[in-house]
């Protein structure tokens, strides 16, 4: 079921993509982005979720993923290191592994 601000709708069927990423190399600092291409493209007239996760945690800055452009073709992810507390980033990150896993919803 998927909850939106006025209605509950069912999904009569999942549509799912999912990769990996290995490694991840695009950052903030040289504003590069990686773009993932699905190897089955989601129907034009569905909505495309993506939900991106780091696989292994290398260096010591915090790894902060961020997608843009999702289509039903595919989408572009980089990573942009995690600002803490008295402790600015400089927004570059070492590569890691990124899994991630789309899904195609007609809402």
């Known amino acids: 079921m998927v909850a ?3 209605k509950t709708q069912i999904l009569s069927v999942l ?4 990769g990996i990423i ?11 982005w990686h773009k993932v291409t ?5 129907d034009s007239n569905k909505k495309v979720i993506v939900i991106p ?5 290398r260096g010591n800055g915090t790894p902060g993923l961020r997608i ?10 980089r990573f942009d290191e995690v600002v803490g507390t008295g402790n600015l980033s400089d927004g570059a990150h ?3 592994v990124v899994g991630w896993v789309a899904y195609g919803l007609q809402l």
Do not use: C
Not at 38 to 42: I, K, M, Q
């Open 4 to 6: 939106t601000a006025s």
């Open 53 to 57: 996760m780091t696989q292994t945690y």
């Open 38 to 42: 699905y190897d089955v493209p989601f």
């Open 15 to 18: 549509d799912q993509r999912a």
């Open 94 to 96: 070492t590569t890691d």
């Open 68 to 77: 843009q452009n999702v289509t039903p073709l595919g989408f572009e992810i």
């Open 22 to 32: 290995d490694p991840l190399d695009a950052d903030r600092k040289r504003n590069t």
